[in-house]
């Protein structure tokens, strides 16, 4: 991968993501599509303090990310935890940071944004279903069934 450096100081890559052309891009539009028996069961089969990040839209669309450490990489670094291979993805995108059982998702500067259920965040909590939108790709979080709150029987 090739790195474009600023005549001026060559010492010093400059990030060429690509940003969207227009606002209406970033529009929030909900899924209508249901999750199938093969994310229900993965869903299903969480330990308490894991979650699950599935790619909903986009080139990665039926991905499945296992967040099981305290700090998750997003980004299109080869490096990155979760690597997505598109100019509208930042090198380090977002992180996303688990305390205890909770996660939250925090924005690394990237060019484009990160968005949870729609709006542009620069840190925000995931919860069960929560959409999250890194450049063109559209994901859900859902969290282990055992660290959801239980409704006690009546």
């Not at 060429?16 to 891009?25: C, K, L, M, P």
Request: proline share 6%; hydrophobic share 35%; net charge negative.
């Amino acid at each position: 991968m090739e790195e474009y450096r600023r005549p001026d100081d060559s010492s010093r890559p400059v990030d060429v993501t690509q940003t969207f052309g227009h606002d209406s891009d970033l529009s929030f539009v909900p899924f209508g599509s249901e999750l199938g028996d093969a994310e229900l069961e993965a869903i299903e089969a969480l330990p308490s303090g894991a979650a699950l990040l599935i790619v909903r839209s986009g080139p990665a669309a039926g991905a499945r990310y296992l967040l099981d450490t305290d700090v998750t990489t997003v980004g299109r670094h080869p490096e990155a935890d979760i690597f997505f291979d598109d100019v509208t993805v930042s090198r380090r995108h977002a992180e996303i940071t688990r305390t205890n059982t909770a996660f939250e998702l925090v924005d690394q500067r990237s060019l484009n944004g990160t968005y949870v259920n729609g709006e542009r965040v620069d840190r925000a909590a995931l919860v069960n279903g929560s959409e999250v939108r890194v450049g063109k790709f559209r994901l859900n979080f859902f969290g282990s069934p055992a660290d959801l709150p239980q409704t006690p029987e009546a």
